[in-house]
């Protein structure tokens, strides 16, 4: 389920702070990338909570009705629920690999975890910093 919220997107002191009406979320961010990033986020985990509590989501208010000040920004965010219910699994999956038979036995000779070691580096490949 996709879904868009309006965000205000404000000056503060030493950060963007970024509002969402609708979901009654404040967040902040280094620069707009950042703070929309952050309401994204934010907006998602509330989704998420609401839905778990059994409330449905409120319908996104509509861009023109949202009041905001001359140095505010008013713009879109759009989040993927189901996919960031995803991201947020943690149940572990069986994979089936092939190594050489000698990788294996140096391997377990220094007490390698496996699972560690393969998720380590399916991590550093696709670049995904936790």
Same mark, same amino acid.
């Given at each position: 389920?996709? +879904?868009?919220?309006?965000?205000?997107?404000?000056?503060?002191?030493?950060?963007?702070? !970024?509002?969402?009406?609708?979901?009654?979320?404040?967040?902040?961010?280094?620069?707009?990338?950042? !703070? +929309?990033?952050?309401?994204?986020?934010?907006?998602?985990?509330?989704?998420?909570?609401?839905?778990?509590?059994?409330?449905?989501?409120?319908?996104?208010?509509?861009?023109?009705?949202?009041?905001?000040?001359?140095?505010?920004?008013?713009?879109?965010?759009?989040?993927?629920?189901? !996919?960031?219910?995803?991201?947020?699994?943690?149940? !572990?999956?069986?994979?089936?690999?092939?190594?050489?038979?000698?990788?294996?036995?140096?391997?377990?000779?220094?007490?390698?975890?496996?699972?560690?070691?393969?998720?380590?580096?399916?991590?550093?490949?696709?670049? +995904?910093?936790?």
């Amino acid at each position: 389920m996709k +879904i868009v919220y309006p965000v205000v997107l404000s000056k503060g002191e030493k950060f963007l702070l !970024a509002s969402v009406p609708d979901c009654d979320i404040d967040t902040q961010g280094h620069n707009i990338a950042d !703070a +929309i990033e952050m309401a994204r986020d934010g907006i998602a985990i509330w989704c998420v909570a609401e839905q778990d509590a059994g409330r449905e989501l409120p319908a996104p208010s509509d861009i023109s009705n949202i009041e905001c000040e001359q140095d505010e920004i008013i713009t879109l965010v759009d989040v993927d629920i189901e !996919a960031y219910r995803k991201k947020l699994a943690t149940r !572990a999956v069986r994979k089936n690999l092939t190594i050489p038979s000698w990788l294996n036995e140096e391997a377990e000779k220094a007490n390698i975890n496996f699972s560690y070691v393969l998720q380590k580096a399916l991590k550093e490949e696709l670049q +995904i910093i936790e």
